[in-house]
């Protein structure tokens, strides 16, 4: 009995005096293989632990069931030992001190940068394990930390830890990645913060790559980094920016809840940052935050104010306001150059502040900051400062605050994904466009605005009315709908303006002829360059297709169709003005040799959709219901970035509600675009478009003209040729040799599917548009096609063709048809 009550009194004194000590280690005490020393929190423990057979480490790790033994810390990460025999102690002058059994030191914590400390003789040092993980010797007298584990991190960011400067003593602290998965050894990857001016942001450098600039991780906003894939907008923690001027500056991160979360970051051997979340409920980590690992994660990949966009193809894109640097190697896929203003900032220009969201903000280096200033007093500076280039807030919890500003391009922008909200507001300085002041203005004057477009809808019409001699015959053809009412809020350009900005109609400057005059470039008093299309004077013929073309693209607006910006009437003058494409039309590209290779397959890919989604908005989703009926290359305009927009809507049809076809004696379009209905009977409708985008979407594969196709074993024309192959199980033999390998085989297969579908012979057998967006959007299949129309070409022989209208002057191919021989 009295055995027993000794035995259990002893037990107790062990205990208590063990729990009590519980996370701190005094002078010459010794720690060896299987003892411990535990956190208060219970969440960490430092101790010897093996990761590889008789490869034995000393450091902190996790605690918990599902954790125990994750190494957070390592401290002999270079050196194990052979076996679990070696000890640790702390010295009478703060040292912690890792031996072998033999007494070989193999890690000490003043080693590898002793800062002469003023150790005086008088302190009395304890070692502690504290409850965020952190390792520290202070002396217990004075309080001051002699030495901490977190000034020495490894691949682990815990909560707490800082990375960044010490600008008194010089001290980086960066996170260094493992060598493999269990070699704790120092890898090639680190994680540090870049100090070289600007507002401090965090890299990851590779040093296999001679320290190259791996991924820029970029700037903390209070909650994380822009632009990060997961949850960053989460209530468990924060990571904010802290600078002590001449003290120190530095990222770290803190848990709003110290009790109920348990969170890392690390820096993985392949380079990789993860923020991990414990959760407990499910007893694992979750992966809260990483930077995105995809071709947009590569280092300024878009130049400079060029936008990566994974969900773009291809993914770099000029910002809005911006275009390539040199067009050509931007369609060339070489980015690196760079986007530059459209209208240039020169220094009278008036400019406003384009705000573009849910970015990821700029490479910061060379910016200013203040983190106490508002958003208003930043713009106010920047629109001050004629070198500022852009400004933002620094931090984003509350509504944002702070102030970062560029003077530079900016380089390295992302856009982050769709939906969620991990990206940043940033103000970029984009001169003022004349033509957008002029809009703006006309919104103050709410009460006049109805006033301003009836005149203006007045004057146009009565111009339009002087204009037509007589009444056409194709009267039924016209587009002047009774909605001809609603306001044609066009700005209007004076024949001045359009004299100086083309150089008084230079040849120079003339880019082509449509089906109603010619076509000039112009570059209007602001930089800002214009196409003008100029109704001939001496052919009053292209008047009704003027018109409508006026009419109809008024109202339209989408990324896909031309824009018009405004029209000019006077004298005897009538022009359309529109934005300029600087990438010319598609068949520029696609018809000729030494053009076809500047278009690779993702271009050519993206330019389908986007035919496609121009196509889907005219048939369906806007306002009006149109059918263009001239659908073909060379209206398919391409702008600074490849992207294509629908032209020329001369011959565009606009659709009431109730109708689905019409019939017509006249009709209009282009030889190897036409469907065979129309052609056939003057039958058209949405599906007449369908046919046309059918055969453009194969003369984008094969890099061939419909038109005057032919083939030494066949006399089908390309639509039969492509059925043949198609049907031969060879679709990929019809792929531009031009496109060398930058295609894509399920994607080729798919698009000659889409095409062979649009261009059956029968209206009803081919999709809707929105069904060919669908297919192309990945989503949903079209039936297994058949034979399509026109199997064989249409000779001009077999066609008996009235004289073609005097409008087909010069490139344009129009012709009208009333009998057709199809097939
Ligand atoms: C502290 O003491 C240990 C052994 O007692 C010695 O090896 C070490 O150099 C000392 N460190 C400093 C900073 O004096
Ligand atoms: C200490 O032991 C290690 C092996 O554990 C051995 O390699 C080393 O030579 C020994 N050093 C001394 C000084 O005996
Ligand atoms: C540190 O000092 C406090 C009082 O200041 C004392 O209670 C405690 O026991 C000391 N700790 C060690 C390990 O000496
Ligand atoms: C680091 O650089 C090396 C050498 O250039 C390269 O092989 C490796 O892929 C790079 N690491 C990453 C994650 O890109
Ligand atoms: C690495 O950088 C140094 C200094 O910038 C340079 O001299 C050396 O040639 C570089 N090495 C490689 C492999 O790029
Ligand atoms: C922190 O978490 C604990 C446990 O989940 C909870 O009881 C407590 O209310 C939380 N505290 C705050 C301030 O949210
Ligand atoms: C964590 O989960 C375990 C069992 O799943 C439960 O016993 C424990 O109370 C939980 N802890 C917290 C802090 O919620
Ligand atoms: C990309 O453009 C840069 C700058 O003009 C040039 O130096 C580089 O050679 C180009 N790269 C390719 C692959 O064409
Ligand atoms: C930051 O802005 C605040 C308020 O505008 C000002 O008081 C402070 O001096 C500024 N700090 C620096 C370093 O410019
Ligand atoms: C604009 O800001 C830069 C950077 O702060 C400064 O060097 C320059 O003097 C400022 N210019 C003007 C005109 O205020
Ligand atoms: C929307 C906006 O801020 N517009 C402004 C653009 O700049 C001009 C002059 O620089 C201002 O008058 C506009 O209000």
């Not at 949405?686 to 030494?712: C, I, Q, T, Y």
């Amino acid at each position: 009995m009295n055995w027993f009550y000794c035995y259990c009194a002893l037990f107790f004194i062990l205990k208590t005096s063990s729990a009590s000590a519980v996370n701190t280690m005094v002078p010459n005490q010794i720690l060896k293989y299987g003892e411990t020393i535990t956190s208060t929190s219970e969440f960490f423990e430092l101790g010897f632990f093996i990761r590889e057979q008789n490869l034995w480490y000393f450091g902190i790790t996790y605690k918990k069931a599902a954790e125990k033994g994750r190494a957070v810390w390592v401290a002999n990460r270079e050196l194990p030992l052979a076996g679990p025999t070696g000890m640790l102690k702390l010295s009478d002058n703060g040292t912690l001190q890792l031996v072998t059994a033999n007494n070989t030191l193999i890690w000490s914590s003043s080693q590898p940068s002793p800062p002469k400390q003023s150790v005086t003789s008088t302190i009395k040092p304890v070692a502690q394990l504290l409850d965020n993980g952190n390792l520290v010797i202070r002396d217990n007298i004075s309080g001051n930390i002699i030495w901490q584990s977190f000034d020495h991190p490894g691949n682990s960011w815990l909560p707490g830890m800082k990375i960044g400067v010490d600008l008194v003593t010089g001290i980086q602290r960066k996170l260094t990645s493992w060598k493999t998965r269990t070699d704790p050894s120092a890898g090639v990857y680190t994680v540090s913060m870049d100090i070289n001016g600007g507002y401090p942001q965090l890299y990851i450098t590779n040093s296999t790559n001679n320290m190259s600039l791996q991924q820029r991780v970029g700037s903390a906003n209070g909650l994380g980094f822009s632009a990060m894939r997961g949850r960053v907008q989460n209530h468990l923690y924060e990571f904010e920016f802290v600078y002590k001027e001449k003290e120190e500056m530095y990222i770290t991160y803190t848990l709003r809840n110290r009790t109920s979360s348990f969170t890392r970051m690390i820096l993985n051997y392949q380079g990789q940052l993860r923020q991990f979340v414990w959760i407990n409920s499910s007893q694992l980590w979750d992966m809260y935050m990483m930077p995105f690992d995809d071709e947009c994660k590569s280092y300024g990949l878009c130049g400079t104010f060029g936008n990566c966009d994974i969900k773009t193809s291809p993914v770099c894109t000029c910002l809005q306001g911006f275009e390539p640097k040199v067009p050509e190697q931007w369609s060339a896929r070489n980015w690196s150059t760079g986007c530059k203003h459209q209208i240039p900032m020169d220094n009278e220009n008036v400019f406003n502040f384009t705000k573009f969201s849910n970015l990821k903000l700029p490479d910061s280096r060379g910016t200013w900051f203040n983190s106490t200033m508002s958003l208003r007093e930043c713009e106010n500076i920047c629109t001050s400062n004629v070198s500022c280039t852009a400004y933002a807030n620094t931090d984003i919890r509350d509504g944002g605050s702070g102030c970062l500003m560029w003077f530079s391009e900016l380089v390295d922008i992302r856009q982050a994904p769709q939906g969620d909200d991990s990206g940043q507001d940033i103000y970029i300085k984009v001169a003022n466009n004349p033509r957008l002041i002029h809009k703006k203005k006309k919104s103050h004057l709410i009460v006049s605005l109805p006033i301003v477009s009836v005149v203006v809808l007045f004057t146009f019409a009565v111009l339009l009315y002087a204009w037509r001699k007589k009444k056409s015959q194709n009267k039924g053809e016209a587009l002047i709908n009774d909605d001809g009412k609603q306001d044609l809020e066009l700005p209007l350009f004076s024949l001045d303006e359009i004299v100086k900005a083309t150089g008084n109609f230079s040849v120079n400057n003339k880019l082509g002829e449509g089906g109603f005059g010619e076509v000039y470039k112009g570059v209007d008093e602001y930089g800002g360059e214009i196409a003008v299309k100029r109704l001939s004077k001496t052919s009053r013929q292209g008047l009704d297709e003027f018109q409508n073309e006026a009419i109809c693209i008024a109202k339209l607006q989408h990324r896909n169709l031309v824009k018009l910006l405004g029209y000019c009437a006077e004298g005897d003058e009538m022009m359309l003005i529109y934005e300029y494409m600087p990438n010319k039309s598609l068949d520029y590209f696609l018809f000729d040799e030494s053009n076809s290779v500047l278009l690779d397959w993702p271009q050519r890919y993206h330019i389908i959709k986007g035919i496609a989604r121009g196509l889907l908005y005219l048939h369906q989703d806007s306002r009006l219901r149109i059918i263009h009926r001239d659908l073909k290359a060379s209206n398919i305009l391409l702008d600074s970035n490849m992207n294509p927009k629908i032209s020329d809507f001369g011959l565009a049809r606009m659709f009431k509600e109730y109708e689905n076809e019409a019939n017509t004696n006249k009709v209009v379009g282009t030889f190897g675009y036409i469907a065979p209905e129309y052609a056939a009977n003057g039958s058209f409708s949405a599906k007449s478009d369908v046919f046309s985008f059918g055969v453009l979407v194969l003369e984008m594969v094969s890099g061939k003209k419909n038109r005057g196709f032919s083939h030494e074993g066949h006399r089908d024309n390309l639509l039969g040729h492509t059925w043949r192959l198609y049907k031969e199980a060879r679709p990929l033999e019809l792929v531009d040799a031009a496109l060398g390998d930058s295609w894509n085989a399920s994607e080729v297969v798919q698009a000659i599917h889409v095409g062979l579908s649009c261009v059956q012979h029968h209206a009803d057998d081919r999709p809707t548009m929105s069904s060919v967006v669908h297919m192309l959007g990945g989503e949903g299949a079209l039936p297994l096609p058949n034979q399509p129309g026109y199997y064989t070409e249409v000779t001009k022989h077999e066609v008996a063709s009235t004289s073609s209208v005097s409008q087909a002057s010069g490139s344009v191919n129009e012709f009208t048809i009333t009998e057709i021989y199809a097939r």
